[in-house]
């Protein structure tokens, strides 16, 4: 099933410890492009949260967004840093003995010195986090992908009406191409006559003259590639990969034929409906890059 790069996912999950939100969305993009933002000690996530993307997602710029509450009630321990106390009294004796003052450091003037006591929160289990994470993660793209996946239907749909019309109008320039051999021969007999009046027209100059001109506006072989492309087209659309760029390339083709079957065409009808292919593959290629 094709995927629109357009979607957007959500999922907020929680335990006893913490809340987490995850929301993405996505725009078009040649590449895939992703930016995070979440709480700093979520960082060391960063890395496995971009191959679960990668997962889900081949193109498409994604902003991805999290959240994390905490539910704990604070637990909070008190660090006593013998070290950092040890120095602080090390320089006081010295600064005593140096200045022949009274070494009168007590243990309650020596904890209000500062990092002797911090404060700290208890440890967080990064494997019970991450599997919450890892969760919440993957319930916002699987909505994220849902989201694409509905839009794309709605885009293959739009694009197989537009091929079938393209369809058609090849059918018609094709159609057309003989009556335009005959409507030629005509005038060119009725014009030929009227110079040399009553005289005989020897049919084989005539013949001659009239393949020089089918060979001037002939579009066989444009008709039948631009046939083959659309047919290409429809096909990749029945593909579950990633086609957006592949359908890019043949739009592209496409729009060289056409192009050419304009320049050739001679007739109001036949460059109507050359312009009338142009724009349906425009309309097309603007679809395109919403495809992922």
Request: glycine share 4%; aromatic share 6%; proline share 2%.
């Amino acid at each position: 099933m094709i995927k629109s790069m357009t979607g957007f996912g959500r999922c907020e999950l929680s335990d006893d410890f913490h809340k987490i939100t995850v929301e993405l969305k996505s725009v078009n993009h040649r590449y895939f492009d992703v930016n995070i933002k979440m709480p700093r000690r979520l960082n060391f996530f960063e890395a496995p949260i971009r191959a679960i993307l990668k997962e889900y997602v081949q193109r498409g710029k994604v902003d991805v967004y999290i959240t994390c509450e905490d539910l704990r009630q604070k637990d909070v321990q008190v660090r006593y840093n013998r070290a950092v106390a040890a120095e602080y009294l090390g320089y006081l004796r010295e600064m005593a003995r140096e200045f022949q003052l009274e070494d009168d450091v007590r243990v309650s003037t020596l904890s209000r010195y500062p990092e002797v006591f911090s404060m700290e929160e208890a440890g967080v289990d990064e494997e019970e986090l991450w599997q919450l994470l890892e969760k919440a993660l993957r319930g916002a793209l699987d909505q994220f992908v849902s989201a694409r996946e509905a839009e794309g239907s709605r885009l293959k749909a739009d694009l197989v009406s537009k091929l079938n019309h393209m369809l058609v109008n090849v059918d018609q320039v094709e159609a057309r191409a003989p009556e335009l051999l005959q409507e030629y021969r005509q005038k060119l007999e009725a014009k030929v006559a009227e110079l040399l009046m009553d005289t005989q027209i020897e049919e084989s100059r005539l013949s001659a003259e009239i393949v020089l001109y089918a060979d001037k506006i002939c579009t066989d072989e444009e008709t039948v590639r631009l046939r083959a492309h659309i047919q290409s087209m429809l096909d990749a659309l029945e593909s579950p990969e990633g086609i957006g760029r592949k359908l890019d390339f043949i739009a592209q083709e496409m729009n060289r034929e056409s192009n050419t079957i304009l320049s050739k065409a001679n007739d109001l009808e036949t460059s109507n409906l050359a312009i009338d292919l142009k724009t349906e593959i425009e309309k097309v290629r603007e679809q395109i890059q919403n495809i992922e």
